[in-house]
């Protein structure tokens, strides 16, 4: 067993690598009545061409089977799951990203027998032709909920601009059309290669213990899933440095414009460390640059042209990386010119210190707040581990942040060559 | 794990409700006022925050406090104008992390401080608000207001209880109306800002770790004297059904969004409320709901379905996001397991499970500072003194017939379809 201790924000992470190639981490939460698990696969949407276990050639999938089978694992052959977790008081959800599938509950009693239960259920798939052609409707009304969405669709475009050929363009839950093309084959093919316990983990945090824990999922857990597994290889095609669209529109009726600035990144393969760190620089750049203690938001404000749902923030993995800046505007056009040329002024001026020791001051402690919050914990570990990263030493990567680093940032990879506009108009 | 709430009367009219605890990082500050519900004051009620966060006497603008916020360690501000029943609440909170992570233990006085001089050392020009800031926050709050048709779910919801309760004053939208906002300039603004300093209950919270010391200085720094203070009367229910309508609604858009609203007449105050909280949970509460189980589960028919209790009105609404021509379909289903609900069929499992549920959800409070804030603050409104462990073991004592009892007061009002063009 191995032990990971942070003293400065007084939280420790025990971790355990069973048999079966599982590793399980705990973050005991004195105190705390709820307790969460989430297992989760290093598997997303964006995983869509991929050689499968045991075999050689690649195979291309619809788009969507990810989050069709997200939903698919909860369904079993004599029993009904949500009832199962129902029945001991907890509540259990799933979500699928553009590069994770996870499972989650959190309960206040019972949770061993909720643990078994998680374990289980994802474990045992079970798809037939009728359960499948079933799941087609409700996923059906999932897109359409998201299609009536301005909020998703300014940002879904915006990927859809930014990005040529690279898989993040393409929405998480795919199409109507495209998960027609889905059959259980295809869910079986994709389970057995990315649901192998070696490219899983699983978190908990709460007030438990950690033998207990593992006895549990030992217990439990499928022993017979294929070993001696070699690294997953996804495929990704050759994206280059270029913009797919500079400027998309949609119409909706919303009640003002909608817009979603992004700017793709050209630094990528980062990992580890270094892409954490990558991550923090170039928020706390947009911080400076575009937050809400920034000249140039009050400046805006002022003027009427941007209001409260004004934000920037930046998001990437090894892969693929780009800083968004959006909100509502009755100017869209205005904005977005405002914005490029205030990238363009700040390359040619210096970040002042005052205002990069207050962005830092700022995020250590939205962290430590972070820290509160048993969802916020389960979701930054997932979302970390599978960067090879334990996201309780973020506080030291952040210490590391020199101002230099955001002003390499800002004249190296931030490139106005590369950037998008999406907008959503109110249909009058 | 018991919570303790230490209240105390700053003066009249204004309590401070402290509650000690160390599990979190952070601590919090509340400030509430509250007020009576109505058509005359809602718009320039909800306008006030707005302008009040904008600067103080000691920093004039947004900029500045934001950026004193920052010092703070990333400390948050927010604000938040809602309703709770006819109550219109007014909310103004600060967090930030306790000083022992942050090596500064007096900093929170700053943050009590900072909090304090928004409410009460506005930023003044000629004795009033900023004409500058106030025209400036009439147009985000005319946005605030237009833009509730942006969430359909959100706006389906509003829409059905503003034809339900037309007559009544829970149908008025907590933002205010883009109508009134015409009138308001900094003068008006500023009177009626005065008029809530001194006569507006106000409810303050605080979250987190404390000693005598600063509990003497909250005290101190909240003290205001109070006069004529407004009374905010308990809202009237009603059982029976008060408009019988169908409404059908236009939009261009892909998912069809159906809302029903019910009466039931049960006041939170009577023990059958229990009965209602696990009969609505029994029906639409959860993926085990007969609602999830039938529409989504077995037809096919939606995404999401489930039923909604308006505690202070006695008022459930049931929402689904379906095809458009899946309504009658729907309707359907959503009678026949109402029906299924008075006539008692549903297992002492399903009883069971809907309790636990309940039970989950109300102790999920005991896990976050701010649910504890919001949850001393409805016990205040609702004038409840039971303890969060006697509320929930009045939740596992409720009968098979109270259940069936409660279910036969819901009956039908609203229907309401927001489907598309054409």
Redesign the interface.
Known sequence: MEVIENKRIKEKIYHQELDSGLNIYFMPKEGYVQKHAIFATNYGSNNNYFIPIEEKEPIKVPAGVAHFLEHKLFEEPEVDIFDQFSKLGAYVNAYTNFNQTAYLFSAVDYFYENLELLIKFVQNPYFTDENVEKEKGIIGQEIKMYEDSANWRVYSNCLNGMYINHPVKIDIAGTVESIQGIDKEVLYKCYNTFYNPSNMVLFIVGDLSFDKIIERVEKVERKDFHREVEEITTIYPDEPIGIQNQYLEGHLPTSIPLFCIGIKDRNLNRQGKELVKKDLVTNILLEILFGESSEFYNDLYNKGLIDNSFASYFTGKKDYGHSLILGQSNEPDRVYSKVLKHIKSAKKNKISEDDFQRIKNKNIGGFLMGLNSLDFISNYFVDNYFEKFIFTDVLDILDNVSIKDIETRLIEDIDEEAMVLSVINPIH | ?VLNCNRIGINKGINLNLIRT?????NILSFYFTLPLDREGVTTNALLPLVLKRGTKELE???KI??K????????LSINVDKKGETQTIRFTI???KGS??NDGKYIIHMIELLKSIIYDPYLEKGVFSQQYVE?EK??LK?LI???????REYAIYRCIEEMCKNEKFSIYPLGYVEDLEKIDSNTLYKNYEKILYQAPVEIFYVGEYDKELESYLIDSFKFPKKNIIEIERESITGSVQTKNMIYED?????GKLVIGYRTGIPYEDHLYNGLMVASDILGG???SKL?RNV?EAE?????IGTSIYKYKSIMLIDG???FENFEKTIGIIRSQIDAMKSGIFTN?DM??SK??I??SM??I????FLISEYFFSKVLTKDSRSLEETIGDIEKVTKEEVIEASNKINADTIYFLRHIG
């Open positions: 794990m160390d599990k979190f990082k952070s603008t947004s900029l934001q950026r916020l920052e010092e703070l360690y990333g400390s948050n967090e930030g992390p992570y942050v400036q147009e985000i946005r237009e833009g509730k048709i942006n969430d359909k939009m261009d858009i892909t998912q959860g993926p085990n999830f989504r096919s028919l939606a995404y999401y996001g379906i095809e499992e069971d499970i636990k549920s039970k989950t102790e999920s005991y896990d976050s500072a």
